[in-house]
T-cell receptor, first 113, second 115 residues
Framework: AQSVTQLDSQVPVFEEAPVELRCNYSSSVSVYLFWYVQYPNQGLQLLLKYLSGSTLVKGINGFEAEFNKSQTSFHLRKPSVHISDTAEYFCAVSLLGANNLFFGTGTRLTVIP | DTGVSQDPRHKITKRGQNVTFRCDPISEHNRLYWYRQTLGQGPEFLTYFQNEAQLEKSRLLSDRFSAERPKGSFSTLEIQRTEQGDSAMYLC?????????????FGSGTRLTVV
C-alpha cells in the first residue's frame, strides 16, 4: 500500500523569505510524484511532477522540488515567497500503471506581509 | 474550451434527498475522474471513466453513489439518500490519455453541504 505524509499542516512565512514544504511517501513499488496547489474555492493546479531523470524538478511560479529516493521524500521549495503564494499545497503519488492519485492531507502556506 | 467545468459550484441539501452533479471535461480528453475532498483532507479517488466506460471504482463509492458518462462526454455523479457524512467538495478531473505525462486538469469542484 502507498501513503503520503505531509508533516506540516500549516506553515506561516514572511514575504520574500524562503519556504520548504515537506512530503514523505511510502510505497513498495516505483511511484510518480506531484505537487498541486489549491487556491480558495478553486480546483487543484499542477505545480510540478517527477517522473524520472533529474531528481531536481522545476515547476511553475518559481517552485522546485527534489526527489530523494533513499529518504522517500519530495520536498517543495521556493527561495522567496509572495503574498500570492498563500494557498493549500498537496503532495501526491501515483503508482506506475495506476489510474489515480493518492494525496497527502495538505499544507496550508500563509505568507505574512 | 477553457478547462473542466463543474455545476453547480455549491449545493445545500437536506439529509435524505438525492443530488446530482455535472462535470464537463476538456473536449478532447477521454479520461474523466471523480474525487472527494473533505475538510482538512486531500482529495480521495472515487471513480474514473475512459470514454463512456467506468473502469474503476473506489470502495469509498457506496451503493448510494452512481456515476455515468453517456457518450463519453460530460459526466454526472448522483448521491441518493444523502447523509451528513457526504458533505464535501466533489472534484472532477480529466486527462488526454493514460499516464502521468498527460497530467490531470481539475475543475473548481462542487461543494455539497448536507443539513
Amino acid at each position: 500500500a502507498q501513503s503520503v505524509t505531509q508533516l506540516d499542516s500549516q506553515v506561516p512565512v514572511f514575504e520574500e523569505a524562503p519556504v520548504e514544504l515537506r512530503c514523505n511517501y511510502s510505497s513498495s513499488v516505483s511511484v510518480y510524484l506531484f505537487w498541486y496547489v489549491q487556491y480558495p474555492n478553486q480546483g487543484l493546479q499542477l505545480l510540478l511532477k517527477y517522473l524520472s531523470g533529474s531528481t531536481l524538478v522545476k515547476g511553475i511560479n518559481g517552485f522546485e522540488a527534489e526527489f530523494n529516493k533513499s529518504q522517500t521524500s519530495f520536498h517543495l521549495r521556493k527561495p522567496s515567497v509572495h503574498i500570492s503564494d498563500t494557498a493549500e499545497y498537496f503532495c501526491a503519488v501515483s503508482l506506475l500503471g495506476a489510474n489515480n492519485l493518492f494525496f497527502g492531507t495538505g499544507t496550508r502556506l500563509t505568507v505574512i506581509p | 474550451d477553457t478547462g473542466v467545468s463543474q455545476d453547480p459550484r455549491h449545493k445545500i441539501t437536506k439529509r435524505g434527498q438525492n443530488v446530482t452533479f455535472r462535470c464537463d471535461p476538456i473536449s478532447e480528453h477521454n479520461r474523466l475522474y471523480w474525487y472527494r475532498q473533505t475538510l482538512g483532507q486531500g482529495p480521495e479517488f472515487l471513480t474514473y471513466f475512459q470514454n463512456e466506460a467506468q473502469l474503476e471504482k473506489s470502495r469509498l463509492l457506496s451503493d448510494r453513489f452512481s456515476a455515468e458518462r453517456p457518450k463519453g462526454s460530460f459526466s454526472t455523479l448522483e448521491i441518493q439518500r444523502t447523509e451528513q457524512g457526504d458533505s464535501a467538495m466533489y472534484l472532477c478531473a480529466s486527462s488526454l490519455a493514460f499516464g502521468p505525462n498527460y497530467g490531470y486538469t481539475f475543475g473548481s469542484g462542487t461543494r455539497l453541504t448536507v443539513v
